[in-house]
């Protein structure tokens, strides 16, 4: 499932259905997915003074929670909450823009039943090294990609986009994901459409099927809310 614990993240990415302008600070974001689990998250990016959204530094926070699971000899159950924060080198022009960033990252992580296999259990302290962006304009390819060192987290997103109602800032769209640690690995792929729904507000939807190893594919549904300031 596209959600799971890196919710936080991939709300970053939601920057991909709007344009930067000059004097624009920073964007605030919140949301959330279903399917083989749940969860939501929310966070914001500014810029620091003396840049803007798109240019120079910014630093980043977010929080997230929800379950998922995974089978080792049984299936195992997993409640997470999770923070972070980090500072962010931004950089746009007409060919785009992209982040990238770095900072502490903390997560708790209940199993049922226990599984001492599972390293990531329990509370633990990471260093998050992200990026993120877009190339192009009517037709758009946007990226994420999220590394926890220590605790060997991985997020891949790639995400193709074509405007289709510049009035509404519209935009259709596939998506795909690689998601993973010690314990599993996922692969997703999915239908994505944003929209300006007003009061500066961009709302996105997405909806497809996720696979892990060893299991059936499960449908999921995650939906998104941002507004820059």
Do not use: C
Request: no cysteine.
């Amino acid at each position: 499932m596209i959600s799971l614990r890196f919710l936080a993240l991939l709300a970053v990415s939601a920057l991909s259905g709007q344009a930067a302008l000059a004097q624009d600070r920073g964007v605030i974001y919140a949301g959330g997915s279903v399917g083989d689990g749940a969860g939501g998250y929310g966070g914001g990016l500014i810029s620091l003074p003396g840049n803007s959204l798109g240019h120079g530094l910014a630093v980043r926070a977010g929080v997230n929670g929800g379950t998922y699971r995974y089978r080792t000899t049984e299936r195992i159950e997993a409640t997470y909450i999770g923070a972070e924060a980090a500072l962010v080198y931004q950089t746009s022009g007409s060919w785009g823009w992209a982040n990238i960033g770095a900072g502490p990252r903390f997560t708790k992580t209940d199993l049922d039943p226990n599984d001492p296999g599972n390293k990531l259990q329990g509370s633990r302290w990471d260093v998050g090294v992200q990026t993120d962006g877009v190339l192009g304009d009517r037709l758009r390819l946007g990226w994420f990609g999220s590394w926890g060192i220590r605790n060997e987290s991985y997020m891949a997103q790639l995400r193709l986009t074509q405007a289709v109602n510049r009035q509404s800032d519209t935009r259709l769209g596939l998506e795909a994901t690689l998601q993973g640690d010690p314990t599993y690995k996922r692969g997703g792929l999915g239908a994505y459409i944003s929209t300006a729904i007003g009061g500066g507000w961009t709302g996105q939807l997405s909806a497809g099927a996720t696979e892990q190893k060893g299991r059936n594919a499960r449908p999921y549904l995650s939906i998104g809310l941002s507004q820059v300031f």
